[in-house]
Nanobody
Framework: QVQLVESGGGLVQAGGSLRLSCAAS????????MGWFRQLPGKEREFVAA????????YYKDSVKGRFTVSRDNAKNTVFLQMNSLKPEDTAVYYC?????????????????????WGQGTQVTVSS
C-alpha cells in the first residue's frame, strides 16, 4: 500500500515562506517522478511543480517560477516544495503525487491521470 503524507502547510503572511514535505511509504520514490498540485477555493486542481527521478530536472507552473523550488531526498523517501514570496493567490490545498511509471522522462508532468497515488493534501493560507 503506497501512502503519501503531506505536511508543512499553515497560515502565513504575504511575502512569507513555507516548506511543504511529502513523505512516501510503500514505494521507493527514487525511480519515480513526483508532482505537486494545488486546488484553489472553488477551482479545479492544478499543476504546480514536479521533479523527475533524474536528479536536477524540475518543472514549474509559470506563476510560481522563481518563487517555488521542488526537491527530493531519496534517502528519506521524501519530496519537498519550498515556497517563498507567497501571495494570497497561492492559498490552496496542496497535494503531492507519484508518477505511475518508473523512470518516466516524457512531457506529461501536468496531467493528473499520469499520477497514481496522491496524498490527502495540506492547507496553505496566505493572508494579505
Amino acid at each position: 500500500q503506497v501512502q503519501l503524507v503531506e505536511s508543512g502547510g499553515g497560515l502565513v503572511q504575504a511575502g512569507g515562506s513555507l516548506r511543504l514535505s511529502c513523505a512516501a511509504s510503500g514505494r521507493a520514490i527514487s525511480t519515480y517522478g513526483m508532482g505537486w498540485f494545488r486546488q484553489l477555493p472553488g477551482k479545479e486542481r492544478e499543476f504546480v511543480a514536479a521533479i523527475s527521478w533524474r536528479a536536477g530536472i524540475t518543472y514549474y507552473k509559470d506563476s510560481v517560477k522563481g518563487r517555488f523550488t521542488v526537491s527530493r531526498d531519496n534517502a528519506k523517501n521524501t519530496v519537498f516544495l519550498q515556497m517563498n514570496s507567497l501571495k494570497p493567490e497561492d492559498t490552496a490545498v496542496y497535494y503531492c503525487a507519484t508518477k505511475r511509471s518508473r523512470f518516466y522522462s516524457g512531457p506529461l508532468w501536468q496531467i493528473e491521470s499520469e499520477y497514481d497515488y496522491w496524498g490527502q493534501g495540506t492547507q496553505v493560507t496566505v493572508s494579505s
